[in-house]
């Protein structure tokens, strides 16, 4: 895996094979790599916590490296259970991580940038702008540190939180070997979901990886003309383009993909955007997720009503389009991705 992006102080974003080579060069030996990266897939956030190694090993470490964690700043709690962070990173910047509940297990929502270069025109965090990329670590230690502070595992991992996580591909890759190595969170891959709103040079590469993991496509639109009014990104890789790479993927790692398709009035609700999205979805493994678009402040677009959403769904399904309507959680905190960063950032840093 490339190294490229690595800051070489930032040891939990090391893959066992790395960390084992790095503390070979410190004269350990190769047992004490497992040590380490046991420690730090549990979520310590200071060397002195690792109580198995010598006070000796301990100091060297630290003196080499920082182990960067996520630190709650704000956290809301909805009324049905669901839980919103803020996490600030080492340098200041925040992030905004979201744990739903449901039946098959505690679910949590990630970021993978700060901010986000994609400028939706629905979207929370796009209107923020683009500070950076987060390091594996710093997407690993969302988990970790909402896992710690709830007291519970987290069983399935979403990477639809701040940010494209495609932009930050080798540090998404990287999160991924991490989460998924069985000396550490061993999370199983098929419970981890990846959207993107269509990077399709990116989907051709991760399709010939066949992880096995579950591609969800921020699609919203049925044509080039909705998306690219909504959606910058479709201005590079059109719509047929992207479905294109989405039949490859499914073709060769025989995998769903899931649609994302946020429902706004007026704009890509009609009767006949429902078919043609089910015309152009044909031949692909595919499921429909109808999202009701967030209320997000300055972009003037309204949630479809719940009738215009089930006559969306009666259409696809008619046309044989398997569709479901994502179940609204913690819509009384501030639900949309990007807007309790912007609340606090803008001044609002009262207690949730």
């Known amino acids: 895996m490339s190294t490229e992006f690595l800051d070489p102080r930032?040891?939990?974003?090391?893959?066992?094979?790395?960390?084992?080579?790095?503390?070979?060069?410190?004269?350990?030996?190769?047992?004490?790599?497992?040590?380490?990266?046991?420690?730090?897939?549990?979520?310590?956030?200071?060397?002195?916590?690792?109580?198995?190694?010598?006070?000796?090993?301990?100091?060297?470490?630290?003196?080499r490296y920082q182990i960067r964690g996520a630190q709650a700043a704000r956290k809301q709690v909805s009324k049905d259970g669901t839980v919103k962070y803020l996490f600030q990173l080492y340098d200041g910047e925040f992030v905004e991580s979201v744990v739903m509940r449901y039946h098959h297990g505690t679910s949590i929502c990630i970021s993978t940038q700060v901010g986000c270069k994609m400028n939706c025109s629905f979207c929370a965090t796009g209107k923020s702008g683009f500070s950076r990329d987060l390091s594996a670590?710093?997407?690993?230690?969302?988990?970790?540190?909402?896992?710690?502070?709830?007291?519970?595992?987290?069983?399935?991992?979403?990477?639809?939180?701040?940010?494209?996580?495609?932009?930050?591909?080798?540090?998404?890759?990287?999160?991924?070997?991490?989460?998924?190595?069985?000396?550490?969170?061993?999370?199983?891959?098929?419970?981890?979901?990846?959207?993107?709103?269509?990077?399709?040079?990116?989907?051709?590469?991760?399709?010939?990886?066949?992880?096995?993991?579950?591609?969800?496509?921020?699609?919203?639109?049925?044509?080039?003309?909705?998306?690219?009014?909504?959606?910058?990104?479709?201005?590079?890789?059109?719509?047929?383009?992207?479905?294109?790479a989405c039949r490859y993927y499914s073709r060769t790692t025989s995998r769903r993909i899931s649609f994302e398709y946020a429902m706004i009035a007026g704009v890509n609700d009609m009767d006949w955007c429902a078919r043609e999205l089910a015309s152009?979805?044909?031949?692909?493994?595919?499921?429909?997720?109808?999202?009701?678009?967030?209320?997000?402040?300055?972009?003037?677009?309204?949630?479809?009503?719940?009738?215009?959403?089930?006559?969306?769904?009666?259409?696809?399904?008619s046309l044989g389009v398997t569709a479901t309507v994502r179940r609204t959680l913690g819509s009384d905190i501030d639900a949309s991705c990007g807007q309790l960063r912007r609340n606090y950032k803008g001044g609002d840093q009262g207690e949730s």
């Open 280 to 317: 152009r979805l044909k031949g692909i493994l595919a499921h429909v997720n109808l999202i009701p678009v967030n209320d997000v402040t300055g972009t003037g677009y309204r949630k479809s009503g719940t009738g215009r959403i089930q006559r969306f769904v009666s259409i696809l399904e």
């Open 10 to 63: 930032d040891i939990k974003s090391l893959t066992l094979p790395e960390l084992q080579q790095a503390l070979g060069e410190l004269g350990c030996p190769k047992f004490r790599a497992g040590q380490v990266f046991r420690w730090l897939s549990r979520g310590v956030t200071d060397f002195s916590q690792m109580s198995d190694l010598s006070k000796d090993l301990r100091e060297s470490l630290s003196q």
């Open 137 to 244: 670590s710093e997407i690993l230690s969302q988990v970790q540190a909402a896992s710690l502070d709830l007291g519970e595992r987290i069983s399935h991992v979403v990477l639809m939180g701040m940010g494209e996580p495609l932009d930050n591909y080798q540090n998404v890759l990287r999160f991924l070997e991490l989460i998924t190595c069985p000396q550490g969170m061993d999370l199983s891959m098929r419970h981890i979901s990846l959207s993107t709103c269509g990077l399709v040079d990116k989907i051709y590469d991760l399709a010939d990886r066949k992880l096995q993991l579950t591609l969800s496509i921020s699609l919203h639109a049925p044509n080039d003309e909705i998306r690219s009014r909504t959606m910058p990104v479709n201005k590079r890789w059109n719509v047929e383009e992207l479905l294109k």
